[in-house]
């Protein structure tokens, strides 16, 4: 199985430190680390992690706001780790991509469950996404075939199912996809 890659951005660097020794002791591999939110989004960008371990209170951009610019560009999943002071502003950090949070002191016994838990969520997610995103193709490729049935009924005077079969009969005869059939035949119409 492949190592799950784990960014860590967090400011104080003991606790950096002592995150990426429970990590890698539990086979995981911490591909980068950030001591600040700049940082963070950079090297977001870089390894493109499975998990980044994210601290709110960081220098320069903070650990929500980083976490909104990976968010909207990168679409990676983030655990938050806060002092508990900080839980209300987690609360309001409501991102499709914050998949949990975990408050300080973070202990392995804790850790390692809920990153568990938050991978399985991503994984769930990118798939519900390519779920939701191969349905939408599978309806506009049915517009387009429709679209071309009709305008081949109306131009040559077919019946649907003649104009279906013509589609069908140059799909297979040109071993293109019906769909491209129907964006000729729409092009050619136009
Ligand atoms: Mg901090």
Redesign the pocket.
């Known amino acids: 199985m492949m190592r799950k890659k784990i960014l860590i951005a ?3 660097s003991i606790i950096r430190m002592d995150l990426k020794m429970m990590l890698e002791d539990n086979g995981y591999e911490v591909v980068g680390e950030a001591g600040d939110g700049e940082r963070a989004i950079e090297l977001a960008y870089l390894h493109k992690p499975d998990l980044i371990l994210m ?4 220098p320069k951009i903070n650990g929500l706001q980083a976490s909104q610019i990976i968010g909207k560009q990168l679409d990676l999943p983030i655990l938050i780790i806060t002092a508990y002071s900080q839980k209300e502003f987690v609360e309001k950090a409501q991102q499709d991509n914050v998949v949990g949070y975990l408050v300080k002191p973070i202990a392995e016994s804790n850790l390692i469950p809920t990153i568990e838990i938050a991978l399985h969520q991503a994984d769930k997610a990118k798939r519900l996404k390519k779920d939701i995103l191969n349905a939408h193709q599978e309806v506009e490729k049915r517009k387009l075939i429709e679209r071309a049935k009709g305008i081949l009924m109306q131009k040559r005077q077919l019946t649907e199912q003649e104009a279906y079969k013509t589609m069908r009969n140059s799909s297979m005869s040109s071993q293109l996809p019906m769909e491209a059939i129907a964006e000729e035949i729409i092009a050619a119409y136009k």
Do not use: H, N, T, V
């Open positions: 967090e400011d104080e601290d709110i209170k960081m």
